[in-house]
């Protein structure tokens, strides 16, 4: 079954602007991964945060968690068309299992 | 070195035969899980092998689907009987353990195409 959810599903911007992509999960977790995809084939790990961590930064991108809301954002400063791809945050599945379940992604389009 | 592969990258079958996919995880990883993408979802997971043991096969859809991990590394996902509702993206991915908070390694993965 899925935990978590990714909003928007769809997002289109001008290169340069910053980009924001939201996950929303159900139950408690003890880390979120996002991931990116590129032409649906494989996918290239972004970042992990634990459960403590409020906030995560990597390059460009900067993920928050926030365990109350049960919710995690993802933004991508100074957008690049070459970030044209789809993003997923993968959650572990719960309920004892540990297996990182997806969501159904957001689709980025980034305009030159 | 190498990353997770997979092949054959394409599979065109016929419905009602017999496939098989083929996954090698990066050496020294023990997990291993196998998921399946259709267009426009997320990966649905399938498999999770823990070394050689099927430690969670609850997302194989039916017995049609069956993955073997004989020695530890390379495993195969066998699909009997396709059917059209089997055709999407075949993925595999590799850690270095199944805690759940290591870095997931994917492969290419396999586009199957049951026609």
């Known amino acids: 079954s899925q935990q978590g959810e990714e909003d928007p599903q769809a997002l289109s911007i001008q290169e340069g602007e910053n980009a924001t992509m939201n996950c929303s999960y159900k139950?408690?977790?003890?880390?979120l991964q996002w991931y990116r995809q590129n032409s649906g084939r494989g996918l290239v790990h972004l970042i992990l945060?634990?459960?403590?961590?409020r906030e995560k930064h990597s390059g460009r991108l900067r993920v928050t968690l926030d365990t109350s809301k049960k919710s995690s954002s993802l933004l991508i400063t100074a957008s690049r068309a070459a970030d044209t791809a789809s993003y997923f945050c993968?959650?572990?599945?719960?309920?004892?299992?540990?297996?990182?379940?997806f969501g159904r992604g957001t689709s980025l389009i980034v305009h030159p | 070195g190498a990353g997770v592969s997979q092949t054959p990258s394409n599979k065109v079958t016929e419905k009602g035969k017999y496939v098989e996919l083929r996954c090698d995880p990066i050496?020294?990883?023990?997990?291993l899980y196998w998921y399946r993408q259709s267009l426009g979802q997320g990966p649905e997971f399938l498999i999770y092998?823990?070394?050689?043991?099927?430690?969670?096969d609850s997302g194989l859809p039916n017995d049609r689907f069956f993955a073997v991990r004989p020695e530890g590394s390379v495993s195969t996902l066998k699909i009997q009987r396709t059917e059209r509702g089997d055709s999407a993206v075949y993925l595999c991915?590799?850690?270095?353990?199944?805690?759940?908070?290591?870095?997931?390694?994917f492969g290419p993965g396999t586009r199957l195409t049951v026609l």
């Open positions: 945060i634990r459960s403590n961590e």
């Open positions: 050496s020294g990883h023990t997990a």
């Open positions: 139950t408690s977790i003890n880390n």
């Open positions: 092998f823990q070394g050689t043991g099927a430690a969670d």
């Open positions: 991915a590799s850690s270095l353990m199944g805690t759940g908070s290591n870095e997931q390694f």
């Open positions: 993968a959650t572990p599945a719960g309920g004892g299992s540990y297996i990182p379940t």
